[in-house]
């Protein structure tokens, strides 16, 4: 049953059931970003439960706010077969608790509370609420999951992973092969892991490319803006007055440099702020998005930047809001810890309302978030990973018709592309799929806090985490010593890194591993249990929420330097020489199709040879913009057009209307050479008219007010038809104004005369 599914969706359904009627445990979907994995996999278990006698079904995902909204997807589906909803005829349940829901027939789960549930633990809420991507690259093998009575393997058939991705089947492998269901991956950014965990059963493929040919996502352009400071870092000179702010309360002090501060690109917004590199990267943004990346808009079209941490995410916002100046509504910052609104009601703002134009994130609106109007995707922070990378710049390739994107953008034609504003470089970076912690210092406090509260012992990050709080330790006053005694029964931050140096040092695995096992030469093995063990004491304490937090707290509170001495500039701002590469293609191909078909196409035909008193009529040219915009050209006037302007900036004027077919004269007009400049029809109609009117005026013949109302109604019905004859005074606006007898009462006999000169003159 087909309807309401893309034929992707329906196929991937069906080979879907092909699969598990094979007896295949387990099945593999590639659907790129955007082209509706979610809804099908609902589809295909809403057909399970209902036709192949599934009794339970897992769907797992990586974080809470994507659970909500799976949830939604199955309260939303509208069964082909019967009146009801998925939820009014089967259960489902959104597991918040350590308890399954006996009587629910789908249960949405993260995986890390369902990691949790196994092992028996409390799972700390915090720890569902953030994506699992950048867990990964901290977790070299995953904790142990053992047998739990309460939860048998066989309790659910079938299991799907939506929007799944190495960690899945790294990290979290030891939870999907606990149940004996079959498994289900659905993913945009498949690798080798992926592949080999699924037995390389791919049922589906269905990538990006694709995708943008059937008209399911669009496509992207990459723009760039490179700066000085944000290539290389800055010096300041000894002498100069810095500012030294706290990361949580973001207090600042004046002090003044004893020595000289040198800082490289790859310390900014970490430990030393720019405040002209952010403002310069935002200022050239200002400038260019209405000129050059959306040519011809007067509204920002709708923009999430990424930010490098919630600290970032603030520097951006202030700064955005003072170079556009248009109000506090224009730029919000949608994170975890935004502060008096909910998150889910800020992206649900952003989607739905034409304020905020601009929101700012750091990872909360990188996966799975479904943003239809967002038309630019900012980068200002550098993403190594290439599957996270797909998937925040994901947010940008979904399509929406132009009613409702209208309805949020309200000068915006039709959603053809986004573009991806890139101010790191992440667009050139080889990506892998995985990152060793050694070679990555910069994860995050609280990532490798995380990785430690769910379960993980491995040597790099206890030697991490140390690292990290010896140096907290000794930027620490009294208080903030007092505030950590006061949650692990009088042991200090010192004491606690101690205590993990030790439980890492392999003399003392060793011996641990000769007093648990009664040997004097103990195996790998047991040396290895020990060394767990060890470790496990050493991080009890950090399992505790509280002591996380008040360590990350103390942590954030932790100076950072504003350098508001250095001066940024722009070292280059514009399209990436792949979109040129692309646009002078389309330019290409559209003048070659003109060529060839001088001689077919009435329209082209008349344009290119210019016959004497032949004039283009209306269904000539609409048939000509009809035929382009079907395959194999599926070309639209709009996007012909900004090729055009990203080639030939200075030629070309306003933007190409989908709205109006006339556009597609200018446009052929331009490509023959026939015309300097490229400019809407509605512009070139309106030139002429002016003149015109002033040729009848300095040869004495002036209009009253009331026949200039209706020249200009004359005026606005070639632009948009190409010509006026007798008949089109018989609809709006000249019917309901008195029609042919107004007209001819105005002008007499001299109204066919100028009806036929301008139609000549305004169409020429």
């Given at each position: 049953h087909?309807e309401?599914?893309?034929?992707?969706?329906?196929?991937?359904?069906?080979?879907?059931?092909?699969?598990?009627?094979?007896?295949?445990?387990?099945?593999?979907?590639?659907?790129?970003?955007?082209s509706?994995?979610?809804f099908?996999?609902?589809?295909?278990?809403?057909?399970?439960?209902?036709f192949?006698?599934?009794?339970?079904?897992?769907?797992?995902?990586?974080?809470?706010?994507?659970?909500?909204?799976?949830?939604?997807?199955?309260?939303?589906?509208?069964?082909?077969?019967?009146?009801?909803?998925?939820?009014?005829?089967y259960i489902?349940?959104?597991?918040?608790?350590s308890?399954?829901?006996?009587?629910?027939?789908?249960?949405?789960?993260?995986?890390?509370?369902?990691?949790?549930?196994?092992?028996?633990?409390?799972?700390?809420p915090?720890?569902?609420e953030?994506s699992?991507?950048?867990?990964?690259?901290?977790?070299?093998?995953?904790?142990?999951?053992i047998?739990?009575?309460?939860?048998?393997?066989?309790t659910?058939?079938?299991?799907?992973?939506?929007?799944?991705?190495?960690s899945i089947?790294?990290?979290?492998?030891?939870?999907?092969?606990?149940?004996?269901?079959?498994?289900?991956?659905?993913?945009?950014?498949?690798?080798?892991?992926t592949?080999g965990?699924?037995?390389?059963?791919?049922?589906?493929e269905?990538?990006?490319e694709?995708?943008?040919?059937?008209?399911?996502?669009?496509?992207?352009?990459?723009?760039?803006?490179?700066?000085?400071?944000?290539?290389?870092?800055?010096?300041?000179?000894?002498?100069?007055?810095?500012?030294?702010?706290e990361?949580?309360?973001?207090?600042?002090?004046?002090?003044?440099?004893d020595?000289?501060?040198?800082?490289?690109?790859?310390?900014?917004?970490?430990?030393?702020?720019?405040?002209?590199?952010?403002?310069?990267?935002?200022?050239?943004?200002?400038?260019?998005?209405?000129?050059?990346i959306?040519?011809g808009?007067?509204?920002v079209?709708?923009?999430?930047?990424?930010?490098?941490?919630?600290?970032?995410?603030?520097?951006?916002?202030?700064?955005?809001?003072?170079?556009?100046?248009?109000?506090?509504?224009?730029?919000?910052?949608?994170?975890?810890?935004?502060?008096?609104?909910?998150?889910?009601?800020?992206?649900?703002?952003?989607?739905?309302?034409?304020?905020?134009?601009?929101?700012?994130?750091?990872?909360?609106?990188?996966?799975?978030?479904?943003?239809?109007?967002?038309e630019?995707v900012?980068?200002?922070?550098?993403i190594?990973?290439?599957?996270?990378?797909?998937?925040?710049?994901?947010?940008?390739?979904?399509?929406i018709?132009?009613?409702?994107?209208q309805?949020?953008?309200?000068?915006?034609?039709a959603?053809?592309?986004?573009v991806?504003?890139?101010?790191?470089?992440?667009?050139?970076?080889?990506?892998?799929d995985?990152?060793?912690?050694?070679?990555?210092?910069?994860?995050?406090l609280?990532?490798?806090?995380?990785?430690?509260?769910l379960?993980?012992?491995e040597?790099?990050?206890?030697s991490?985490?140390a690292?990290?709080?010896?140096?907290?330790?000794?930027?620490?006053?009294?208080?903030?010593?007092?505030?950590?005694?006061?949650?692990?029964?009088?042991?200090?931050l010192k004491?606690l890194?101690?205590?993990?140096?030790?439980?890492?040092?392999?003399?003392?695995?060793?011996e641990?591993?000769?007093?648990?096992?009664?040997?004097?030469?103990?195996?790998?093995?047991?040396?290895?249990?020990?060394?767990?063990?060890?470790?496990?004491?050493?991080?009890?304490?950090?399992?505790?929420?509280?002591?996380?937090?008040?360590?990350?707290?103390?942590?954030?509170?932790?100076?950072?330097?504003i350098?508001?001495?250095?001066?940024?500039?722009v070292?280059?701002?514009?399209?990436?020489?792949?979109?040129l590469?692309?646009a002078?293609?389309?330019?290409?191909?559209?003048e070659?199709?003109?060529?060839?078909?001088?001689?077919?196409?009435?329209?082209i035909?008349?344009?290119?040879?210019?016959?004497?008193?032949q004039?283009?009529?209306?269904?000539?040219?609409?048939?000509?913009?009809?035929?382009?915009?079907?395959?194999?050209?599926l070309?639209?006037?709009?996007?012909l057009?900004?090729?055009?302007?990203?080639?030939?900036?200075s030629?070309v004027?306003?933007?190409?209307?989908?709205?109006?077919?006339?556009?597609?004269v200018?446009?052929?007009?331009?490509?023959l050479?026939?015309?300097?400049?490229?400019e809407?029809?509605?512009?070139?109609?309106?030139?002429?008219?002016?003149?015109?009117i002033?040729?009848?005026?300095?040869?004495?013949?002036?209009?009253?007010?009331?026949?200039?109302?209706?020249?200009?109604?004359?005026?606005?019905?070639?632009?948009?038809?190409?010509?006026?004859?007798?008949?089109?005074?018989?609809f709006?606006?000249?019917?309901?104004?008195?029609?042919?007898?107004k007209?001819?009462?105005?002008?007499?006999?001299e109204?066919?005369?100028?009806?036929?000169?301008?139609?000549?003159?305004?169409?020429?």
């Open positions: 087909s309401g599914l893309w034929p992707a969706q329906f196929t991937a359904i069906g080979n879907l059931e092909k699969s598990l009627a094979a007896d295949r445990p387990r099945s593999l979907v590639q659907m790129a970003t955007g509706g994995k979610t099908t996999s609902v589809s295909f278990i809403y057909r399970q439960l209902k192949a006698g599934a009794r339970r079904v897992l769907f797992l995902v990586d974080r809470a706010n994507l659970g909500r909204q799976t949830l939604k997807e199955f309260q939303q589906y509208q069964s082909p077969y019967t009146p009801y909803k998925f939820t009014e005829e489902v349940n959104h597991l918040q608790g308890r399954l829901d006996s009587t629910a027939r789908v249960c949405i789960c993260t995986i890390q509370r369902l990691y949790s549930i196994l092992r028996g633990e409390e799972l700390a915090e720890l569902e953030e699992l991507f950048d867990q990964t690259s901290i977790f070299k093998e995953p904790p142990p999951v047998y739990n009575p309460a939860i048998p393997p066989e659910f058939d079938l299991i799907v992973t939506d929007e799944c991705h190495r089947y790294n990290l979290w492998r030891q939870v999907l092969e606990y149940f004996d269901g079959y498994l289900v991956g659905l993913t945009a950014t498949p690798n080798k892991q592949f965990f699924f037995n390389q059963n791919l049922v589906m269905y990538p990006h694709q995708a943008v040919a059937d008209g399911v996502n669009v496509n992207y352009d990459v723009y760039s803006i490179r700066t000085k400071i944000t290539q290389a870092g800055s010096t300041v000179e000894a002498g100069h007055f810095v500012d030294h702010r990361r949580e309360t973001r207090k600042v002090r004046w002090e003044q440099l020595e000289e501060l040198t800082y490289e690109a790859s310390q900014l917004d970490r430990d030393v702020v720019a405040v002209d590199q952010i403002r310069t990267v935002v200022r050239t943004f200002r400038d260019k998005v209405l000129t050059e959306f040519p808009r007067t509204w079209p709708k923009t999430l930047i990424f930010a490098k941490d919630d600290s970032h995410a603030e520097d951006i916002v202030r700064i955005v809001r003072d170079e556009f100046g248009k109000g506090n509504d224009f730029c919000q910052k949608i994170t975890y810890r935004t502060t008096g609104r909910k998150p889910e009601e800020l992206i649900a703002e952003f989607r739905t309302s034409p304020m905020p134009r601009i929101a700012v994130t750091v990872d909360m609106i990188a996966t799975g978030t479904d943003i239809k109007p967002l630019c900012f980068f200002m922070r550098m190594r990973s290439r599957s996270f990378f797909e998937q925040m710049k994901g947010r940008g390739v979904r399509v018709n132009d009613t409702d994107l309805s949020v953008t309200p000068d915006a034609i959603k053809t592309h986004f991806v504003v890139d101010v790191v470089g992440v667009c050139e970076l080889d990506k892998t995985s990152r060793p912690l050694e070679k990555k210092p910069t994860v995050s609280e990532k490798l806090l995380q990785a430690v509260a379960g993980n012992t040597s790099e990050v206890i991490s985490i690292g990290r709080f010896a140096r907290l330790e000794k930027k620490l006053d009294q208080a903030g010593k007092a505030e950590i005694e006061k949650l692990t029964d009088g042991k200090g004491e890194t101690s205590d993990l140096i030790a439980s890492i040092d392999p003399e003392r695995q060793i641990q591993a000769r007093a648990d096992f009664c040997v004097s030469d103990p195996t790998v093995e047991q040396i290895k249990q020990a060394g767990i063990k060890l470790i496990q004491q050493a991080v009890k304490p950090l399992c505790e929420p509280r002591l996380r937090e008040k360590i990350l707290d103390l942590h954030r509170k932790a100076d950072q330097i350098d508001t001495v250095s001066a940024d500039e070292i280059e701002a514009g399209f990436d020489a792949e979109a590469e692309k002078r293609g389309l330019v290409q191909s559209f070659q199709f003109i060529t060839d078909n001088k001689d077919e196409i009435t329209a035909q008349i344009l290119y040879s210019r016959p004497y008193r004039r283009l009529k209306y269904d000539e040219i609409k048939s000509l913009a009809e035929m382009i915009e079907k395959p194999p050209y070309w639209r006037i709009d996007r057009w900004d090729a055009y302007a990203a080639l030939e900036t030629k004027k306003g933007v190409g209307s989908r709205r109006l077919w006339t556009d597609i200018s446009l052929v007009r331009f490509a050479h026939q015309e300097p400049v490229l809407p029809f509605e512009e070139h109609v309106h030139e002429r008219f002016a003149v015109w002033a040729k009848q005026e300095a040869s004495g013949k002036g209009f009253s007010d009331e026949q200039r109302w209706w020249l200009e109604r004359i005026r606005d019905h070639v632009i948009a038809s190409l010509e006026i004859g007798r008949d089109d005074f018989e709006t606006p000249f019917k309901e104004n008195g029609g042919i007898g007209v001819y009462q105005l002008f007499g006999e109204l066919w005369g100028m009806l036929e000169e301008l139609n000549e003159v305004l169409a020429a």
